[in-house]
């Protein structure tokens, strides 16, 4: 295999755009297997710096820490980036046609087309004659432009542009899935906190208010724990939190239900401190204490949290002496196909699942044992570090 073609290969095979090599391998027809190599880790070095800001979505700080590198990708004197309201940045030589360069993706912009347009310059050592404007695209949408200038429009520059214009496209099309995610995922929190239970927020302040003349001190301490944890559970920052806040949390709403049930409610906590600073998602326990009290109490209800050190990961279990479930609706349940009867507390098992899956991964979801009559263990796994949560 020719050495030219060997590159285009190893581009094509780890996700690069075959013309993003054009420049390294413009002009070379007979590369030795170094430069060769050489060539490609130059080139993909280059986009792999070029794609992180572009990852951010086509704003004007991520076009002006990509665009030197694109430049270099294409080997051209300048480049400029548009989105469909203003220039974004013109990066290169020949900086007196930046005044010029939105006009330049006008047509680009309003049909989607590839334009090459010859430019008028005065100045004899200007190396921008010439601009190769392709569109950049979203979901079939033209969300801004790339212009490339030059000496002169060869075909080959034609195409790099547009190869590299479609790597841009599929890196605003992670941006769009990452914003897409994190909706997503606000939303789930935004729905745990519509679940917090009614009743619970109407039985607790009637539980303050039974204490308001026969134990006032107990009234003001009840108050005061209502007060922290609704201010947490809709608190508006952070997708997580530490292991330690979300038990701060728990420990007030079990306050809350003891105050309510007495001796009824038995809580047994076992938590290992180095587990403490263990970065969570946000209201991740909070639906499987409140289910398990919900269905815990039948008689005397006994609860068990359990949180430990596994290594890489920290393991914590939340176990009932309840009614259980039949295990097939259980699974229902968790994929979204059954919610009636639950009281909230399935879709709040449901969501909690879904939520550590995408964080983590399929091998991170909620484990639950349980049986009509058992009881409910519900475990799940947390790494102690992962490169895309922290607290």
Not at 106 to 122: N, Y
Not at 326 to 355: F, I, K
Request: glycine share 8%.
């Amino acid at each position: 295999m020719e050495p030219v073609v060997a590159a285009l290969v190893v581009a094509a095979l780890i996700g690069v755009p075959a013309v993003v090599l054009w420049r390294v391998l413009r002009g070379r027809r007979d590369l030795g297997s170094g430069p060769a190599e050489r060539a490609t880790f130059e080139t993909l070095h280059t986009a792999s710096l070029a794609a992180p800001p572009l990852r951010a979505g086509l704003t004007q700080a991520g076009a002006l820490r990509a665009s030197r590198h694109l430049r270099e990708l294409l080997g051209s004197p300048a480049i400029a980036i548009t989105d469909r309201d203003e220039l974004l940045v013109y990066d290169g030589a020949g900086e007196h046609h930046a005044g010029e360069a939105f006009g330049h993706a006008g047509a680009t912009l309003e049909d989607g087309r590839t334009q090459v347009l010859p430019l008028d310059c005065g100045s004899p050592e200007c190396p921008v004659r010439h601009a190769v404007v392709v569109p950049l695209t979203t979901d079939d949408r033209v969300v801004g432009s790339l212009a490339v200038y030059g000496d002169h429009a060869s075909a080959g520059l034609v195409r790099a542009a547009q190869e590299v214009a479609r790597w841009v496209d599929s890196q605003l099309e992670l941006a769009e899935l990452d914003r897409s995610r994190t909706m997503l995922m606000e939303a789930e929190v935004r729905a745990l906190r519509a679940q917090i239970s009614p009743h619970f927020i109407y039985n607790s302040l009637t539980t303050i208010a039974s204490f308001v003349r026969t134990d006032p001190e107990r009234a003001r301490e009840l108050l005061l724990e209502f007060a922290d944890f609704t201010r947490y559970s809709f608190r508006r920052h952070g997708d997580f939190t530490t292991l330690a806040e979300e038990l701060r949390s728990i420990d007030r709403y079990l306050t809350l239900e003891r105050a309510r049930f007495g001796d009824q409610l038995q809580v047994t906590l076992r938590i290992a401190p180095e587990v403490l600073a263990v970065a969570v998602p946000f209201l991740c326990l909070q639906p499987l204490i409140e289910n398990a009290v919900r269905h815990g109490l039948e008689g005397v209800g006994r609860i068990t949290i359990i949180a430990e050190d596994a290594g890489a990961e920290c393991a914590i279990s939340v176990e009932d002496d309840g009614a259980g479930m039949d295990p097939e609706r259980l699974r229902r349940v968790l994929a979204g196909e059954d919610r009636s009867g639950t009281g909230g507390s399935g879709v709040g098992l449901a969501n909690v699942d879904e939520r550590l899956r995408q964080v983590y991964g399929d091998e991170y979801g909620l484990v639950v044992e349980t049986a009509p009559g058992a009881g409910t263990k519900v475990t799940l796994r947390l790494p102690k570090y992962h490169p895309a949560v922290s607290a």
